[in-house]
């Protein structure tokens, strides 16, 4: 069964950085599009990033120039690096997959992804 794990959540002051980590098991997800999405209360889950199975990455505006998504040796763990953090990116952060080649904007639906994590909680204070 495919599960993915994240963690590395937790209460930053805003122009600080937090590190997010996701790990995936049940299966080999090396050919499988890893990224990250975010919902705030009240507001729809939205895309955050995605690698891809070559390593291409694709941002959302909000997190461009700040956010780096990666994917570890083993190709079964995606991070989320964020710096200057703003009260707005306050939100749960979930780890998302797809076995599904995708690019740029195909990345970014909600709809497409096929295995989630739990979340994980960030807060970002004024």
């Known amino acids: 069964q495919l599960q993915l794990v994240e963690s590395g959540g937790g209460v930053v002051q805003a122009g600080g950085s937090l590190s997010l980590s996701c790990a995936a098991s049940?299966?080999?997800?090396?050919?499988?599009?890893l990224a990250w999405f975010r919902q705030a209360p009240g507001k729809e889950r939205e895309f955050v990033a995605a690698?891809?199975?070559?390593?291409?990455?694709t941002y959302a505006d909000s997190g461009k120039g700040r956010f780096t998504i990666s994917r570890g040796k083993t190709r079964n763990t995606v991070y989320l690096h964020m710096n200057r953090l703003r009260p707005e990116d306050t939100a749960v952060y979930y780890c998302?997959?797809?076995?599904?080649?995708?690019?740029?904007?195909?990345?970014?639906?909600?709809?497409?992804?096929?295995?989630w994590g739990q979340g994980t909680q960030v807060t970002v204070s004024s």
């Open positions: 998302a997959s797809r076995p599904n080649v995708c690019s740029g904007y195909g990345c970014w639906r909600v709809g497409s992804y096929t295995s």
């Open positions: 049940g299966r080999t997800f090396s050919g499988f599009v």
């Open positions: 690698v891809t199975t070559t390593d291409d990455s």
